[in-house]
C-alpha cells in the first residue's frame, strides 16, 4: 500500500553538512558519514529531488547527523504523519498528528474539589466520538469503528497546573492525538475508539479503575506524556 503523503520533510528539518561533518557517526546505520548509507535511493517521483547515497543532513535543533537516505528510511518504516523524532536524543522535528476520528471536546467547570485537591474547583472535559468508517489512516480502511464508554468524562484540577494541562490537551485534540482506532487492550475489541497513550482521569470522586484521584503524580505524568507526543509549552506560545 503507498502512503498518502509525499516526503519532502528532509528539506525542511535538517541542513546540509556534508563538508561540515564527514568523520561523524550516522545516528541510524551507525557508519561513518563519509561513506554512503546503504539504503537504496527510492524511485523518484515526478518533480521530486532524488537523494544520493552520499548525501548527509543534520538535525536542525539538536545537531545529531545521519545520512539522508537512513533518514527517509526511518520515516517510511514509521507513522509517515509528517513529523520525525531524532532516534538519538528524542527531539520531535515538525508537528506529530494522529488518526483521532472526528468528534468533540468540551469544557466545564464543577465547584466541587478532586480527592487531593481541596483548594480549587473541578475541570470536566468530556469527549464525544460517533462510530464511522475508517480512513486510510486506519488499520482497516472501509471498515465501521465502534465507540464504546462514550462520551467519556475526564476530570482536571483546576489550579495553574491543570488549566496548563487543559491548554495542552486542547493542542492534543486539534492534533488528533487523544484517540485512535485499535484494538482495545482491556476489552480485546478491535476496530474500536481507544485512548492512545495520554492518561485521563476518567473518575472523579472514587478510584475504582485506577484511573481516579487522588494520585499527587498525575498532572506530570501527563505533562511528559504530552510532551513525547510534541505537545509542550512551546506550542502555547503565540
Ligand atoms: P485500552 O483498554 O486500549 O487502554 C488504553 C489506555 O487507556 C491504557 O493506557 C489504559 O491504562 C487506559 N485506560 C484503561 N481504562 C481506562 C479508564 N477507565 N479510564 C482512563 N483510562 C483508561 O483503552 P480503551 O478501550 O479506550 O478504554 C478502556 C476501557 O475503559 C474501555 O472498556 C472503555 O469503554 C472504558 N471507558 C469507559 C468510560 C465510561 O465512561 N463508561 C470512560 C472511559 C473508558
Ligand atoms: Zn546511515
Ligand atoms: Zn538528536
Wanted: include cysteine.
Amino acid at each position: 500500500l503507498q502512503s498518502q503523503h509525499k516526503v519532502n520533510i528532509s528539506w525542511i528539518w535538517f541542513s546540509d553538512c556534508v563538508a561540515l561533518c564527514p568523520v561523524q557517526d550516522c545516528i541510524i546505520c551507525m557508519e561513518q558519514l563519509s561513506n554512503p548509507s546503504s539504503y537504496e535511493t527510492p524511485p523518484s517521483e515526478e518533480g521530486s529531488q532524488s537523494i544520493v547515497p552520499q548525501a548527509v543532513g543534520k538535525f536542525i535543533k539538536c545537531g545529531h547527523t545521519l545520512h539522508m537516505l537512513c533518514m527517509l528510511a526511518m520515516y517510511n518504516n514509521g507513522t509517515k504523519d509528517g513529523s520525525l523524532q531524532c532516534p538519538s536524543c528524542k527531539t520531535i522535528y515538525g508537528e506529530k498528528t494522529g488518526t483521532q476520528p472526528k468528534g468533540k471536546m468540551e469544557i466545564y467547570s464543577v465547584a466541587q474539589s478532586l480527592p487531593g485537591h481541596p483548594d480549587c474547583g473541578t475541570i470536566q472535559i468530556i469527549y464525544s466520538i460517533p462510530p464511522g468508517i475508517q480512513g486510510p489512516e486506519h488499520p482497516n480502511p472501509g471498515q465501521p469503528f465502534t465507540c464504546r464508554g462514550f462520551p467519556r468524562f475526564c476530570f482536571l484540577p483546576d489550579n495553574d497546573k491543570g488549566r496548563k494541562v487543559l491548554e495542552l490537551l486542547k493542542v492534543a485534540w486539534m492534533r488528533r492525538l487523544i484517540f485512535t482506532v485499535g484494538t482495545s487492550s482491556t476489552t480485546g475489541e478491535h476496530d474500536t475508539v481507544v485512548w492512545n497513550g495520554i492518561h485521563h482521569k476518567t473518575e472523579m470522586m472514587s478510584n475504582m479503575s485506577g484511573h481516579g484521584y487522588p494520585d499527587p503524580n498525575y498532572l506530570d505524568n501527563v505533562l511528559s506524556e504530552l510532551a513525547s507526543q510534541g505537545v509542550t509549552e512551546d506550542c502555547l506560545k503565540p
